[in-house]
């Protein structure tokens, strides 16, 4: 048997431990009174001009601001910075934040459209999109890569017209 000292403390279990004798053993009675707030949560809030709904959809929305945060320093990149003058760092967190609101708008405007993608996906599918410029015999051609469907739903989304998949380069003015 693991002494008190050695037992898991995960979550808190070890409070459900009596380890006040030699062989430790589950506390019943700490159990069962802590079974009363099972399936209850408390949300603390320090404005008092919102209803009880308006802080828990507020709270229910915390998880998207979490994951701007998460998705600015991570996939965004806007952390860590190697840049060393107040020019360039402004310009780096500038140009993070405009690829976010653009992320963001793009899936807002899919959900107007009933498309839900996550952002992962979405960035999964813009990073697949590839356009060749070829040449071959004095002519210049373009070649593009295979769309898959959240690809087409973006493009759609977007009212841009896709690509034929082989085409003639035509520069227009």
């Given at each position: 048997?693991?002494?008190p000292?050695?037992?898991?403390?995960?979550r808190g279990?070890?409070?459900?431990?009596?380890?006040?004798?030699?062989?430790p053993?589950?506390?019943?009675?700490?159990?069962?009174?802590?079974?009363?707030?099972?399936?209850?949560?408390?949300?603390?809030?320090?404005?008092?001009?919102?209803?009880?709904i308006e802080?828990?959809?507020?709270?229910?929305?915390?998880?998207?601001?979490?994951?701007s945060?998460?998705?600015?320093?991570?996939n965004?990149?806007?952390?860590?910075?190697?840049?060393?003058?107040?020019?360039?760092i402004?310009?780096?967190?500038?140009?993070c934040?405009?690829a976010?609101?653009?992320e963001r708008?793009?899936?807002?405007?899919?959900?107007?459209?009933?498309?839900?993608?996550?952002?992962d996906?979405?960035?999964?599918?813009?990073?697949?999109?590839?356009?060749?410029?070829?040449?071959?015999?004095?002519?210049?051609?373009?070649l593009?890569s295979?769309?898959?469907?959240?690809?087409?739903?973006?493009?759609?989304?977007?009212?841009?017209?896709?690509?034929?998949?082989?085409?003639?380069?035509?520069?227009?003015?």
């Amino acid at each position: 048997m693991n002494t008190p000292s050695k037992l898991n403390n995960k979550r808190g279990a070890k409070k459900y431990i009596d380890s006040t004798i030699e062989n430790p053993i589950l506390d019943e009675a700490k159990i069962q009174e802590d079974s009363q707030w099972d399936g209850v949560y408390g949300i603390q809030t320090s404005t008092e001009d919102l209803s009880v709904i308006e802080i828990k959809d507020a709270y229910h929305q915390l998880w998207k601001i979490e994951e701007s945060f998460r998705v600015l320093k991570t996939n965004l990149e806007a952390r860590p910075i190697f840049h060393w003058t107040e020019k360039r760092i402004k310009g780096h967190f500038v140009l993070c934040f405009i690829a976010f609101l653009l992320e963001r708008t793009l899936e807002l405007e899919l959900k107007k459209n009933n498309i839900s993608y996550s952002v992962d996906k979405i960035r999964t599918s813009l990073s697949s999109l590839e356009l060749s410029v070829i040449e071959m015999e004095d002519k210049k051609y373009i070649l593009r890569s295979n769309l898959d469907e959240s690809s087409k739903d973006i493009f759609k989304t977007l009212k841009i017209k896709i690509p034929k998949r082989f085409e003639p380069y035509v520069v227009q003015t």
